[in-house]
């Protein structure tokens, strides 16, 4: 797995790439794209971080694992590569910003613009066996992710933490909400959505909670 991550990502990091958990993870996941079909392609497996550095993120968004069919994971948590159709999660999400801020639905699912504003868009487990959800988890990448979302909550004051639905409530439970704005929700995939997903105003108040704190809003 010869994967280039950014520069201020990897000196923190670094701890995690020398422990024997990631180290395992590696090999596991170097066997498998040698063996078949992983998703993303292996370029792109720290896609998230390398669009994001630390010192510009002010959003994190949590998802739970990549896409698993053709064309469509490209290291980005909701997001699809330009070109591929909408998965029904992301759908669902553009439809919210449109009813929260007017914001219509793009032409592309592509969310690398969110990214180059600072928004970190990471999932829990970074890769996946093609058509075979979840066939990557709790093989250490959750370790992973887990380590980068603490170096944020405690290096750095004033993110939003966007949170939808149970797997990613649990993952940022450790939060310090008095220095964090930490935003929940039910998850956006067509069986929860009605739940509380439609009419959270997510991005809309991740923008006002940025104004207030003097950074500039996301273009969602």
Known sequence: MNVQIEESWKKRLQPEF??????????FVRTEYQNGTVYPPGKLIFNAFNLCPFDKVKV??????????????????????????FPPSLVNIFKEIKSDIGTDTPST?????????????????LTVRAHQAGSHQNRGWETFTDAAIRLLAEEKEHLVFILWGAYAQRKGAFIDRNRHLV??????????????????????????????????????
Not at 18 to 27: P, Q
Not at 64 to 74: E, N, S
Not at 109 to 125: C, D, F, K
């Open 18 to 27: 020398d422990k024997d958990y990631f180290k395992a993870l590696t090999d």
């Open 60 to 85: 994190v968004i949590i998802g739970q694992d990549p896409y698993h069919g053709p064309g469509q994971a490209h290291g980005l948590c909701f997001s699809v590569n330009d070109g591929v159709a």
């Open 109 to 125: 699912g592509n969310l690398t613009r969110w990214a180059e504003q600072g928004v970190l868009l990471l999932n829990a487990t």
């Open 183 to 220: 935003l929940t929700s039910a998850h956006p995939s067509p069986l929860s959505a009605y739940n509380g997903f439609f009419g959270n105003k997510h991005f809309s108040r991740t923008n006002e909670y940025l104004k207030a704190h003097g950074e500039t809003p996301i273009q969602w």
